[in-house]
């Protein structure tokens, strides 16, 4: 039976709804910081995921620095206390010990209680690390848990070179919307572990970009033909791709949700190398550099905030100016002269 201990609530599940229409209209933007419900989420699962959670806020408050205090500062964090890089810190703090505790901890814990008997400490790892990377996935959170740390997804190749480029000339490029819905909507399904229909979403974006290129076609294979012909890409290209395109179309074909398959036939590897290898060909399709459209994205959004801070500071300006010219001088008489009746 599956574990629907740690299914999102209604309001999650409202949050998500939410997040998706955000992203259709503007694209998607990956966080340096962890969001209240997502700490919210993990603290739940902490306690869920082990029987003596208070040793794992005990050993994360030292690493945090609180040495003095039994309030758990890492708890509350994660329970919405400071704000999200705070939170991002107590976050990996209470997940690393989390798993040493896993791995060394040993010591049974007093039941304190005369009829019962001690109990050995458990906690589950693999379970909250898979709870915590699919939740920070979903919040687009730029930091995951993998190989047994906590590490920022730009340090992965595929994510800064491909995935994170990738969302970001979908989203700036309003010709892609509809391939920027379906590449969005695979993420959002491979972080619920929908790897089968994260899969199929994945090559639907494929399609929709070529299409958005005015590449029309049947299959992704019949479009890369088209493109070719139309010389929307060169014949090197053409052969470069193909057999990158033939994996893309026959894999969806095979094993994605539109097709026969079994339950569990897609693994997660297998969906991100769907999702890294589409996005790959798209990012070559635009003829743009990965840390081109990164850095055009980056320039945007400082020049708009510099924009905004001139306009606020013209009309503050505007408006200090404005009120001084309708001061009254109080050493000024009726007739515009001085001398006359003092203010005082």
């Known amino acids: 039976m599956r574990d629907t201990r740690l299914d999102p609530l209604p309001s ?27 700490g919210a989420e993990i603290a739940a699962a902490v306690d869920e995921l082990s029987n003596v959670s208070y040793r794992v806020y005990k050993q994360a408050d030292r690493r945090l620095g609180n040495t003095t205090s039994y309030d758990w500062l890492s708890q509350k964090r994660l329970r919405g206390e400071g704000d999200d890089v705070a939170r991002l810190d107590a976050l990996a703090a209470v997940v690393g010990a989390f798993v040493w505790l896993a791995e060394n901890d040993e010591e049974w814990e007093d039941s304190g209680e005369g009829y019962r008997a001690n109990y050995e400490p458990e906690y589950d790892a693999e379970k909250l690390i898979e709870v915590l990377n699919d939740r920070l996935l979903y919040a687009r959170v730029d930091w995951s848990f993998e190989d047994g ?92 791709m193909k057999p990158l395109i033939d994996w893309v179309n026959g894999d969806r074909s095979q094993r994605g949700n539109a097709h026969y398959h079994r ?35 980056e320039k945007r959004a400082a020049d708009a905030a510099a924009a905004k801070e001139q306009q606020e500071r013209t009309e503050r300006d505007a408006s200090q100016a404005v009120a001084a010219a309708r001061e009254p001088d109080p050493w000024e008489t009726p007739t515009g002269g001085y001398g006359g009746d003092s203010p005082f």
């Open 12 to 38: 999650e599940l409202r949050r998500r709804r939410e997040q998706a229409a955000i992203e259709l209209e503007h694209g998607i933007e990956w966080l340096d910081g962890c969001p209240a419900s997502v």
């Open 263 to 297: 339950a569990g036939d897609v693994s997660k590897a297998d969906a991100w190398l769907m999702m890294h290898v589409v996005g790959a060909v798209m990012v070559r399709l635009s003829n743009r550099e990965p840390r081109d459209i990164v850095a055009a994205r």
């Open 149 to 240: 740390q906590f590490q920022e997804r730009g340090n992965f190749v595929m994510h800064s070179e491909v995935l994170r480029p990738a969302t970001t000339l979908l989203a700036d490029d309003p010709a892609f919307v509809r391939a920027s819905a379906a590449f969005q909507s695979a993420l959002t399904k491979l972080s619920k572990s929908e790897t089968e229909v994260a899969l199929t979403e994945a090559a639907t974006s494929l399609q929709e970009f070529f299409r958005a290129l005015g590449v029309d076609g049947n299959s992704l294979s019949t479009q890369l033909d088209n493109a070719a012909k139309a010389k929307v890409i060169s014949g090197a290209d053409r052969g470069i």
